[in-house]
């Protein structure tokens, strides 16, 4: 690992720790700064701004908990039951994570299009893991737009619960009827799938 790289690496620690203490709006680059032995101007050298920090970490997190979760799906013989599961703990880590980093419904919005970012930098890798499941359940020739298909329905329910809810915070969203709806919708359109004998 270079020095450019390591010094990246414990800048990204520090941010994770300050996210989790503040919450995104408190957190400063002088908190992070301090956190880690630098002065913001040279944070700068490495980060444009606090957002590109936290797409960082975010992304980070994202990526480990993408590994964990993929790791448990496959751990389930029941093929409708690990798409369910994929997406249901899908919205409950959307929800830690807007918990641990105190967002509002402000900052979601603000941050919408980073988090869009890191939404099309993963969605490729959902799309071929929930198609290598779906690819013995269905005739369908492309497995991976069915999967592409349920997983803008279930970010359009975890959306439409948080547009609909009237709270300032995004952790005062309850997600209950949400899981319910996905996993619904996702039996719904999995039993459409099944193959006939």
């Known amino acids: 690992m270079s020095k450019t790289d390591l010094k990246k690496e414990n800048i990204l620690k520090a941010a994770t720790e300050c996210f989790a203490r503040f919450g995104y709006d408190k957190t400063t680059l002088d908190d992070i700064g301090s956190a880690v032995k630098l002065n913001k101007a040279s944070l700068y050298y490495y980060y444009k701004n606090k957002e590109e920090i936290f797409n960082e970490v975010i992304l980070r997190e994202s990526s480990a908990f993408m590994e964990s979760l993929q790791a448990k799906v496959l751990e389930i013989e029941n093929p409708d039951d690990k798409v369910v599961t994929y997406l249901i ?80 915070f995004a952790s005062e969203v309850d997600y209950t009827q949400t899981e319910q709806e996905t996993e619904f919708v996702t039996h719904l359109i999995l039993r459409g799938l099944t193959k006939q004998p």
């Open 89 to 168: 703990e899908r919205l409950r880590y959307y929800r830690k994570v807007v918990n641990l980093h105190h967002l509002s419904i402000e900052n979601l919005r603000t941050l919408e299009p980073m988090f869009h970012k890191l939404y099309t930098e993963t969605m490729d890798l959902e799309i071929s893991f929930l198609g290598s499941i779906l690819k013995d359940k269905t005739q369908e020739s492309s497995p991976e737009k069915i999967a592409e298909t349920l997983l803008i329905v279930a970010d359009s329910l975890k959306h439409r619960a948080v547009q609909e809810s009237g709270k300032i």
